[in-house]
C-alpha cells in the first residue's frame, strides 16, 4: 500500500518491520496494472500525526446491489486452496443453503496491512461464532504463503484459503492496478490504524508475499453471504481500505441465522 504526502510514497508493500514505512520514488519496477475502473464515493477527512497531517480518502459505498443475482452460483465452482494445500470449491465454504458466512478476500499474504486485517479478524472471530456466522478469509497466494500469515498472526488455518490465480478475485471483479495500490486516497485510512498495524507486524516476513509480483496490485474485499445470497459487498477502493467489521457484524445480526 501507500500513501502519497509531497512528492514521495510511502509503501507498504512486503516492507521487513525494521524499515516501517519505507520511502520509494518510484513504482516503475512493477508490472504493468490491468485497467481499474473507479466508481462514486463519497468523502472522508482523516487527521494523522496527532493532527499535523489531513487525508482525503474515498470510501466506497457498501451494497450488493451492483453484482449480479446469481453471483453465489458464479462463485460456487471455483476452485481454491486450503491453508494446507487441498484444493475446494467455492461452495464447500459454507453451507450453500442458509449459512451466513463473512468472507473477507486479502490483497496478498506478504501485505503487513492484510496482516492487521488478520489479526482483527481473529480477535472479532468469538463473536461471529457466537452468532452462528462463519468467517472466511481469503488472500492472493500459494498455499504455503498463507501458512506463513496462519502460524505468524497467528490465524486460524481451518478458516484461511489460497486463491493464487486470484480466479474468486476476478469473478467478483474486486479492483486491481497501480493507481488502486498506490495512489487512491482511500489508502490514506490506514495512518489512524499505524499502531494496529505495526503490532500485527511483530512477527512480520516478507517471505509471504507471492511469487508472482503481478499479484501485489491486487485490492481486496469484503462479502457477506447468506446461502448463495449475496447479502453484502464492498470492494477494497485501496490498500488498506478495509471494512469496519462492527458494521460487518451488524448485517450479520440483522439476518437469522438457520
Known sequence: MAMMTCSRIFLCYSTPRSQFPTVISSPSHFLTPKKATYKSTKHITLNANGGNSRFMARVSSSSAAEFPTNIG???SDVTIF???GQPVLFKDLWDQNEGV???AFLRH???????????ALKEAKPKFDSAGVKLIAVGVGTPDRARILAERVPFPMDSLYADPERKAYDVLGLYYGLGRTFFNP???????????????MEN?????????TSSVLQQGGMFVFKGKQLLYARKDEGTGDHAPL???????CKTPVA
Not at 499474504?109 to 489479526?119: N, P, Q
Not at 512480520?204 to 508472482?212: G, L, Q, R
Not at 462492527?246 to 450479520?252: K, L, N, P, T
Open 73 to 75: 452460483d458464479m462463485l
Open 82 to 84: 486450503t491453508a494446507s
Open 101 to 103: 458466512a463473512v468472507v
Open 109 to 119: 499474504f506478504g501485505c503487513f496491512c492484510c496482516w492487521e486485517l488478520a489479526s
Open 186 to 200: 482511500a489508502s490514506a485510512k490506514v495512518f489512524s490504524r499505524l499502531d494496529k498495524v505495526k503490532k500485527a
Open 204 to 212: 512480520y516476513t516478507i517471505k509471504a508475499t507471492p511469487d508472482d
Open 246 to 252: 462492527d458494521d460487518i457484524f451488524d448485517v450479520c
